[in-house]
């Protein structure tokens, strides 16, 4: 289980989304 690298891959993701919006 990759949790740790799971969630901060969906955080960097979800950053740089309400980056753009």
Request: proline share 0%.
């Amino acid at each position: 289980m990759e949790i740790d690298d799971f969630s901060s891959h969906m955080i960097e993701e979800f950053k740089n989304t309400w980056e753009t919006w």
